[in-house]
């Protein structure tokens, strides 16, 4: 167990270091140490010397390693493609050096520089969400740009072709560079917990145990709460639970350092009194802590949140969430010819799979079932059968073994379910039929799954998932599928319906190619 320190006496220390959650016993208050000096640095370059996290530097210098290399790769594989690659350098047929200058060295350094200028290696966006690849696409953008306006301003008639290849096959690797990168930076963070950021919540206990579970929901983003400071008091953790050491009366900044943290967080209405947070500002000036703000906004994505300053106040606009308009109209689009293509490219597929089932059980080898769609109107889903005939007639004997909460019936070793049908099941084969409902327009391709229609009235916050159409991949999915509860599905279809886009929809689908692989959650 940790130190749960908040009186004159010394630290209570418990045994059993390992155990995760931690009882406050009791509090007596705590003269605040003296405030630590507000030391301003003599530069912003020695103020990043000084950062207590320094994880990305050594990930932002592989970066730039991997960028660097995936650019000087382009160059090559376009050089060796055309013959026409050294068009626009005269000399190059007779002394190579410049032209092999511009390939290997001075364009992918030109990478490098617009790639800084637009962020792509900013700490902040890096190893979570898709900030970070929209930004190497404006500088692919870009740079493709600065090749095009100097070729134009030099009248160098340079080979369309290969000056193509070379960028696009450049953005590519890049991408895919950032990609396994964030790939390996995720496994470090869920394994062994490196490479993250120590955070102390500062707030009422209700506000940093809610922020606690906002941010350990996933190990990826790399935010690690080691420690809480309550501000409403000592009584109010008096003989509650906590997951992390609870601290009161204590120099905040003091408090961190003793911890080992790095990061400080704001929790809720912790910053109620006028000038406070800033003040806790100017203190973290120079000290290599990092200062960020969890405001009372849960589930909302950062493209609906926005800043807009008046008279020096800080004020959070929250946009409203897009369900209709061209965004819309274009993942529509997407949908019906995504299916379309789909449908005819997996003929032979739906062939074998369809014999599999009837040799396994006769009977018909598609099953439709009642779901709730669109606003609330009822459709029937088409899917592989993957259980005998008899299924619902057995299911009054096994609602006593549902192993899920909510409104579905799931067991991972349904005795309805056949041995072709469970293979179905594992591998979401027996989802795929659903490409029908997706080119009639009552689905899409992705959005929150839709639930049969017999349940009853969707109730409560429930009733949002009905804003958009149903899908055949979603959030819940990617995020554990059936080994989610009930409302953790509801609380990710709810973020899906209030926050979607077309890039979050590819990320998605994306997501969706692992999860199936792997097959997690599927039952």
Not at 234 to 263: C, F, H, I, M, S
Not at 480 to 496: K, P
């Amino acid at each position: 167990m940790g130190e749960v320190t908040t009186s004159l006496q010394r630290p209570v220390t418990n045994e059993g270091r390992s155990r995760l959650v931690r009882h406050v016993d009791s509090f007596e208050i705590q003269p605040p140490n003296p405030p630590s000096h507000n030391g301003v640095p003599r530069s912003a370059w020695a103020r990043a010397r000084r950062r207590v996290s320094r994880w990305h530097r050594p990930y932002t210098a592989i970066l730039l390693l991997l960028d660097f290399a995936a650019a000087a790769f382009a160059s090559f594989t376009a050089i060796r493609t055309f013959d026409q690659a050294t068009a626009g350098f005269h000399e190059a047929q007779n002394d190579p050096t410049w032209f092999h200058t511009v390939a290997f060295l001075l364009l992918p350094l030109g990478w490098l520089t617009i790639l800084w200028f637009n962020g792509a290696y900013d700490r902040r966006c890096l190893g979570l969400g898709p900030d970070e690849f929209k930004r190497v696409i404006r500088a692919g953008v870009a740079v493709c740009a600065a090749v095009s306006f100097l070729a134009f301003a030099t009248k160098t008639d340079l080979s369309r072709f290969t000056v193509g290849t070379a960028l696009l096959l450049a953005l590519l690797l890049i991408l895919l560079g950032r990609i396994l990168t964030r790939f390996v930076l995720h496994v470090m963070r869920r394994n062994t917990q490196q490479a993250a950021h120590r955070m102390v919540l500062v707030g009422t206990l209700p506000e940093c145990l809610e922020v606690y579970t906002a941010v350990t929901r996933n190990p990826a983003a790399g935010l690690v709460p080691v420690a809480i400071h309550i501000t409403d008091g000592y009584a109010a953790a008096k003989g509650v639970q906590t997951p992390v050491p609870v601290y009161a009366g204590r120099d905040v900044l003091a408090l961190v350092r003793e911890v080992g943290g790095d990061t400080i967080a704001v929790c809720g209405s912790a910053s109620a009194e006028p000038g406070e947070l800033r003040r806790l500002a100017w203190q973290l000036e120079g000290s290599g802590v990092d200062l960020v703000v969890a405001p009372q906004l849960t589930d909302i994505a950062g493209p609906r949140v926005h800043i807009r300053p008046i008279e020096g106040l800080p004020l959070l606009h929250v946009e409203e969430p897009t369900l209709s308009g061209p965004a819309l109209l274009a993942k529509n689009m997407m949908d019906r010819v995504a299916a379309g293509l789909g449908l005819l490219a997996l003929i032979p597929v739906f062939i074998v799979i369809a014999i599999a089932i009837r040799i396994s059980d006769p009977g018909p080898v598609f099953f439709r079932q009642p779901r709730v769609g669109h606003e609330g109107r009822t459709f029937r889903v088409w899917k592989f059968r993957t259980m005998y005939v008899d299924a619902e007639d057995r299911l009054a004997s096994l609602v006593d073994q549902n192993e899920t909460d909510g409104m579905l019936f799931k067991m991972k070793q349904d005795p309805r379910v056949f041995p072709v049908g469970r293979f179905l099941r594992a591998s979401s084969l027996d989802e795929l039929p659903q490409l029908i409902n997706v080119l009639m327009g009552e689905m899409s391709l992705v959005g929150p799954r839709p639930l049969p229609a017999d349940d009853g009235d969707f109730l409560g916050d429930v009733r949002r998932r009905l804003l958009v159409r149903p899908g055949m991949t979603g959030l819940w999915q990617v995020s554990g599928r059936s080994d989610l509860s009930w409302d953790e599905a509801v609380r990710l279809d709810l973020y899906y319906v209030d926050n979607w886009s077309l890039a979050y929809d590819l990320s998605i689908l994306w997501r969706t190619v692992g999860v199936v692989l792997a097959r997690k959650g599927a039952y």
